[in-house]
């Protein structure tokens, strides 16, 4: 795929790219705090999700399971590859206003790594908050690493319905009233908010999610991936990623490509809290665009002289 790029401005764009199960309105308290400081932000539906997602009748109130389980969705045979072309277009558009940052969250990384490897021309920054950067191993590899040993799946495991070999797909009953599910859930991803803020999130997901997490040709490569400058906000309540892992992903970027280390940032949330109260974030985030901006600058300066 070729993108054609006008010449954009220095303001940049930051590209929010979401994480498993959920969608651009994931988004949306950070980008009112990245608005209210004057730092442009959209964010990305990834195929199938947002008002692509399917959402059965039977998750639905009542619910009925037997149609939750086995009704068809949308993101049946959807690829990291698809992801990666919907995410190079909307980049490729953001790039002829000015300069980009990418952010992806959890999931999403994988999609971020997989198009920076393809398509390092568009982007001037990434940014992954406690999100998976393969590197070494491969996502499905580094889950079973020592590093997340301790993390308790159970949880969401249980909420699980159908059988992803027959949909296609994963599917997730986010709207059970199980409370012991749920109190699971909040315990690993959102520990920090409280059970209302958690089950406002909650139902923002959708309930499916694609099964292709990439293999071994998706992991970040040094002369693509490597090239781009890069930031890994730390979250250090983090249940779900905990910061063992997030630590040890940094650690292999910056083996892959020690001359172009990650810049290490941290925020004291868990997994979405950052998403439930996101003004420290949207802070830490106006200072990498006035960061990028200001090189940007630099950069037209130099080509103008």
């Known amino acids: 795929m070729t993108h054609s790029m006008k010449s954009g401005g220095t303001v940049p764009t930051i590209v929010l790219v979401h994480g498993a199960f959920a969608n651009s309105f994931t988004f949306a308290p950070?980008?009112?705090?990245?608005?209210?400081?004057?730092v442009l932000s959209a964010a990305v539906d990834l195929p199938g999700h947002g008002f692509e997602a399917t959402f059965p009748i039977g998750y639905q109130a009542p619910q009925d399971h037997e149609n939750m389980s086995s009704a068809p969705g949308h993101l049946r045979d959807v690829t990291l590859a698809d992801n990666v072309e919907h995410l190079a277009n909307m980049l490729a558009r953001a790039k002829e206003q000015g300069p980009v940052i990418a952010l992806a969250h959890s999931r999403g990384g994988i999609t971020l790594t997989a198009t920076a490897n393809a398509?390092?021309?568009?982007?001037?920054?990434?940014?992954?908050?406690?999100?998976?950067?393969?590197?070494?191993?491969?996502?499905?590899?580094?889950?079973?690493?020592?590093?997340?040993?301790?993390?308790?799946?159970?949880?969401?495991?249980?909420?699980?319905?159908?059988?992803?070999q027959e949909l296609g797909l994963l599917r997730c009953n986010f709207r059970s009233r199980d409370t012991n599910l749920l109190e699971g859930m909040q315990s690993l991803f959102c520990a920090d908010a409280s059970p209302d803020e958690f089950r406002t999130f909650l139902n923002s997901f959708q309930p499916d999610e694609n099964l292709d997490i990439g293999d071994a040709s998706d992991r970040a490569q040094a002369d693509t991936w490597g090239i781009i400058d890069r930031t890994y906000i730390r979250l250090s309540e983090d249940r779900s990623l905990p910061l063992r892992m997030q630590d040890r992903l940094i650690r292999d970027g910056d083996d892959l490509t020690p001359d172009n280390p990650y810049r290490v940032r941290t925020l004291a949330s868990s997994h979405l809290g950052w998403l439930i109260h996101p003004a420290e974030a949207a802070e830490q985030l106006a200072?990498?665009?006035?960061?990028?901006?200001?090189?940007?600058?630099g950069a037209t300066l130099v080509e103008l002289s």
Do not use: F
């Open 30 to 38: 950070l980008s009112a705090e990245l608005a209210l400081r004057g």
């Open 119 to 164: 398509h390092p021309e568009l982007i001037d920054h990434m940014v992954y908050v406690s999100a998976w950067a393969p590197v070494v191993l491969e996502t499905a590899e580094y889950n079973a690493e020592p590093e997340m040993a301790e993390v308790d799946m159970a949880s969401l495991a249980s909420g699980m319905v159908g059988d992803p």
């Open 287 to 297: 200072s990498i665009a006035a960061e990028v901006a200001e090189r940007a600058e």
